[in-house]
């Protein structure tokens, strides 16, 4: 090995689920040299910045667990937000990462030169690596409603990921826009809060699967303790769910046709079982494909929506006045307190960091046509440099950090690549992005996102922005590297090297 090589230097940018799995993973490897850069003043990420009334995970508690850190521990069946938080707390104490990382540094400006990435912070404080990460989640920009009026709105408004917990809900009048994943869990809390009037400002309604959310006893946590192997069996038959549940939405065989068509009449009974009144009921059945927008996974939204304090109001929001919405029959729904439950700008990535590779190609550049990444992690003109949960990254309602930790061990091979010379640099070919987005877009037109619905999973041409193919088919592809797809390889790599074809998926 390149004995200058032994010890790179990394920089992660953010200190969330995916930059703290990442970290751990190249500790493990053998790469000690980490740099954690995070803005704020704790770790957490989302799970950190979403703190709404109801915050919990969809994708049940031991399948949202690294691999290397099981947890006896949970509480519930799916764990609450604040939960979450604290293990991914209770991890990065365990893995020493404090002495790793800078809190309150927001990365501004990464930029490649004389063959290193320079990383400036808003703090003026600069960094330098031989490698980048990019960790900063996908789902973290709040996407606010653009809706004549919203600022002129009195009382308290706030993004379902900025609550303001000193903003007194009892005996208030509260509106909230959206019914996605984070609606969904806040609506039945808000409902059930003392003496509230709750109107729901629904423009799509969701397709919802029901779930129910079993604590976990001490006996339960005792014997998770005392026999590991039955926090795997847990975790590897919820994981086994959600791997058939996103093939559904992807493939194309009889087979899997079927299961979707068997999820959607779940789905519909489910509505039925729960909804009786046939009015309400109609208002909150979907008319497009099971699946095409991200599947919601709640068991109290539909009982919440039938109290006699919930209001279901499908008119279009026509403006924000002082004190209340306006529809568009005019009608006027008086409001003390407005939430945006509206999302996220999941195109955003790393953004508003200015990224500037090789040669000042900036990531705006490379991304003005089309927001790709080689197999959502390089970028030709960005050497050394990797995202995490890139484009085409979601494989459906899959657990993320499964999904990061296969990036984590890829990006380590690459990484070890260029530590034994076979790599001088890790830049992804151009023609090699070209050509595997080429194989992915084929697929992804015949996925159920592209079947014709609004969601934050389409790009600006409403092309998915998730994985088109079956969990083992991602994995396949995150196993090996072919190094031939990357510039400057070695005569030694160029006859050794190890193929992957989508085709073969
Ligand atoms: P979302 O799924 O994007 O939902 C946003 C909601 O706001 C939709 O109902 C949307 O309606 C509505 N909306 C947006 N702009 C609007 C406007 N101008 N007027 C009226 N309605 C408007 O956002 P989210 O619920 O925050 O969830 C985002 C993602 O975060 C989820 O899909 C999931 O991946 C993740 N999440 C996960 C969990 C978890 O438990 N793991 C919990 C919360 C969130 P349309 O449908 O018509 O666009």
């Given at each position: 090995m390149n004995t200058q090589r032994q010890n790179p230097?990394?920089?992660?940018?953010?200190?969330?689920?995916?930059g703290i799995g990442l970290a751990i993973k190249l500790k493990l490897a053998g790469i000690n040299n980490i740099t954690l850069l995070e803005k704020a003043g704790s770790v957490g990420g989302t799970w950190r910045e979403n703190t709404y009334p109801g915050v919990a995970c969809d994708v049940p508690s031991h399948a949202y667990t690294y691999s290397f850190a099981p947890n006896p521990d949970w509480s519930s069946f799916f764990a609450p937000g604040h939960e979450i938080c604290a293990y991914f707390q209770s991890v990065f104490d365990r893995y020493a990462l404090a002495e790793h990382t800078y809190f309150n540094e927001e990365v501004t400006r990464c930029h490649y030169e004389r063959g290193r990435w320079q990383v400036e912070t808003a703090n003026d404080t600069h960094f330098e690596a031989d490698f980048l990460f990019s960790a900063t989640g996908f789902l973290h920009r709040p996407k606010y409603p653009e809706i004549p009026g919203l600022e002129n709105f009195a009382g308290p408004k706030m993004h379902s990921a900025r609550w303001d917990h000193s903003v007194e809900l009892k005996r208030?009048?509260?509106?909230?826009?959206?019914?996605?994943?984070?609606?969904?869990?806040?609506?039945?809390?808000?409902?059930?809060?003392?003496?509230?009037?709750v109107s729901v400002f629904q423009r799509?309604?969701?397709?919802?699967?029901?779930?129910?959310?079993?604590?976990?006893?001490?006996?339960?946590?005792?014997?998770?303790?005392?026999?590991?192997?039955?926090?795997?069996?847990?975790?590897?038959?919820?994981?086994?769910?959600?791997?058939?549940?996103?093939?559904?939405l992807t493939s194309q065989s009889l087979f899997y046709r079927t299961m979707h068509k068997l999820f959607a009449w779940n789905a519909v009974r489910h509505l039925k079982q729960k909804v009786k009144n046939p009015e309400l009921r109609k208002k909150l059945t979907p008319d497009y494909t099971f699946g095409c927008k991200r599947v919601v996974m709640n068991g109290r939204f539909y009982d919440a929506m039938q109290k006699p304090n919930a209001?279901?109001?499908?008119?279009?929001?026509?403006?924000?006045?002082?004190?209340?919405?306006?529809?568009?029959?005019g009608q006027h729904h008086e409001l003390d307190i407005?939430?945006?439950?509206?999302?996220?700008?999941?195109?955003?990535?790393?953004?508003?960091?200015s990224l500037?590779?090789?040669?000042?190609?900036?990531?705006?550049?490379?991304?003005?046509?089309?927001?790709?990444?080689?197999?959502?992690?390089?970028?030709?003109?960005?050497?050394?440099?990797?995202?995490?949960?890139?484009?085409?990254?979601?494989?459906?309602?899959?657990s993320v950090i499964a999904i990061s930790e296969k990036q984590a061990d890829y990006a380590i091979q690459l990484i070890n690549a260029w530590q034994s010379g076979?790599?001088?640099?890790v830049e992804v070919k151009r023609s090699a992005l070209d050509s595997w987005y080429a194989k992915l877009k084929g697929k992804l037109s015949h996925t159920i996102w592209a079947s014709g619905c609004q969601s934050w999973y389409l790009d600006a041409d409403g092309d998915p922005l998730t994985w088109p193919d079956s969990w083992k088919a991602w994995t396949r592809m995150m196993k090996t590297c072919n190094l031939d797809d990357f510039e400057h390889v070695s005569v030694q790599a160029q006859n050794d090297t190890e193929t992957y074809s989508l085709a073969e998926s």
């Open positions: 230097s990394v920089v992660i940018i953010g200190a969330g689920m995916t208030k009048k509260i509106g909230v826009i959206g019914t996605g994943s984070s609606a969904t869990q806040i609506i039945p809390e808000l409902i059930d809060t003392e003496n509230t009037q799509t309604a969701q397709w919802i699967v029901h779930t129910d959310n079993k604590p976990y006893s001490e006996s339960d946590k005792a014997k998770f303790r005392a026999k590991p192997s039955r926090i795997e069996r847990v975790k590897n038959l919820s994981l086994y769910v959600f791997e058939q549940g996103t093939t559904a209001h279901l109001v499908t008119e279009k929001i026509a403006k924000v006045v002082p004190n209340g919405i306006v529809t568009a029959d407005l939430v945006m439950a509206t999302g996220f700008d999941s195109t955003a990535f790393m953004r508003p960091i500037e590779g090789r040669d000042g190609i900036t990531i705006n550049d490379v991304w003005r046509k089309k927001m790709v990444a080689y197999r959502s992690m390089c970028l030709p003109g960005f050497p050394n440099f990797f995202l995490t949960l890139g484009p085409n990254s979601p494989v459906g309602n899959y076979a790599l001088e640099t």
